[in-house]
């Protein structure tokens, strides 16, 4: 009975309001950059330098997307894993329990689903990656905050030289890549909007194994971003909020002045993007491998010192609830758009342009963002998060 009078969920009253309202927006940014992944093959019309629509709506919208959303929200999301990483171990340690298998139990957990949605829901999950890179995060949770710091920079930068050698070394210079990746293309339509289900995993196979090339190149941006939230929980930003106003302006300022340049060239050598072999198609992910991270920093610091404030504060708790069960509604928003998407469901795979694509992660979200105020009319956590919990701690 102490036991598990110990291991009772978080109280309303005792979290953090900034982090899940974070967390809630960096799952609106994040479904707004995943819907052209679930609703296209994206993911091989970038290689090809192939633009569906073209029209100045659509172009906009991509600009759009290129401009405010893409690599910020993943970012974002990444720091509030590390933060929640840290502030996970903090409270353990303030129960006086040895942390070492209630990490491994939620570590084993959060991994166990991402395979799942991985391979049987869709190509683009996250948690997977998340998971395995908790296990080394552990490794660096003693370290000083100085090293910390050192430490993220290096990741968050390392994607920057590994994309440098790449270019130096004339990546996709591959004559036979087009056609390959055109082959892929016509599979890709033709198994989501009208294969079978075997069909279906089969691409999906042939997907994970092409996106995870870039995800080498993602995941030390990723790793940088765990280890900032980190830092900014065992520095006490996050939890003094109030009292470092001039610090989180400061962070927020120079932030936007180093994100602000590199998502110009960014976005302008998107424009230029033939293929996968054009020096463009490099600069421009190194480019928002650099704005994503600096961008993401703006938009939390910006939404903390906004908090500050009881007037933004009473609008933007409105975000809480759907931040509160992050981990059910990223898994919904899956389930959502390939049901949409995808030939078992109505089969709009390839049918819904940028645009309507925009529109419809905006319908979904505001669904969630609903149903998250009424579950928790209800319920204490959201469903996947309490087995989370359950498996976690054994209770």
């Known amino acids: 009975m102490g036991m ?3 291991l009772e969920p978080t109280k ?8 899940d309202v974070l967390r809630g927006i960096a799952l609106f940014g994040i479904l707004v950059v995943n ?14 330098g192939i633009t569906w629509w073209d029209d100045p709506l659509n172009s906009f919208v991509d600009i759009l997307v290129q401009l405010f959303f893409e690599f910020k929200f993943i970012s974002m999301f990444s720091f509030l894993f590390g933060t929640g990483f840290a502030l996970f171990l903090s409270r353990l340690e303030q129960k006086a329990l040895l942390p070492g298998p209630f990490v491994r139990r939620r570590l084993t957990f959060l991994l166990l689903v991402g395979f799942v949605h991985l391979f049987f829901i869709w190509y ?6 998340y998971a395995l890179l908790g296990f080394l995060l552990l490794l660096f949770m003693k370290k000083k905050r100085k090293s910390t710091v050192i430490w993220a920079f290096s990741f968050l930068l390392f994607p920057v030289f590994l994309f440098s050698v790449a270019l130096l070394a004339g990546l996709g210079t591959n004559e036979r890549l087009p056609t390959m990746m055109a082959d892929i293309l016509e599979r890709s339509v033709y198994a989501y909007s009208e294969g079978t289900a075997a069909d279906i995993f089969v691409q999906r ?12 190149f993602v995941m030390p941006m990723v790793f940088g971003m765990f280890l900032l939230g980190v830092y900014a929980w065992e520095s006490g930003i996050i939890k003094k909020a109030g009292e470092q106003l001039l610090l989180l302006k400061r962070i927020r300022n120079g932030s936007l002045l180093i994100g602000l340049p590199f998502i110009v060239i960014s976005v302008w050598s998107g424009v230029k993007i033939e ?11 190194a480019g928002q491998l650099i704005s994503g991270p600096a961008l993401a920093v703006f938009y939390i610091t910006s939404l903390f010192f906004l908090m500050q404030n009881k007037r933004w504060r009473e609008k933007l708790v409105f975000f809480q609830p759907i931040g509160r069960m992050a981990f059910t509604n990223y898994l919904l928003q899956s389930l959502i758009c390939t049901t949409l998407f995808y030939s078992y469901g109505l089969g709009l795979f390839g049918k819904v342009d940028k645009a309507a694509g925009l529109l419809l992660a905006v319908i979904i979200f505001a669904c969630q963002l609903l149903f998250s105020h009424y579950w928790f009319k209800r319920k204490k956590q959201g469903p996947i998060e309490a087995i989370w919990r359950k498996y976690t701690y054994k209770v």
């Open 275 to 285: 293929s996968v072999s054009s020096p463009h198609y490099i600069i421009y992910y």
């Open 4 to 6: 598990k009078a110990k």
């Open 205 to 216: 196979m042939i997907d994970i194994a092409m996106i995870y090339q870039g995800h080498l």
């Open 124 to 129: 683009g999950d996250i948690l997977t990656i």
């Open 12 to 19: 309303v009253n005792e979290r953090i309001a900034e982090l």
């Open 35 to 48: 819907m052209k992944y679930f609703s296209t093959p994206t993911l091989y019309l970038e290689m090809l």
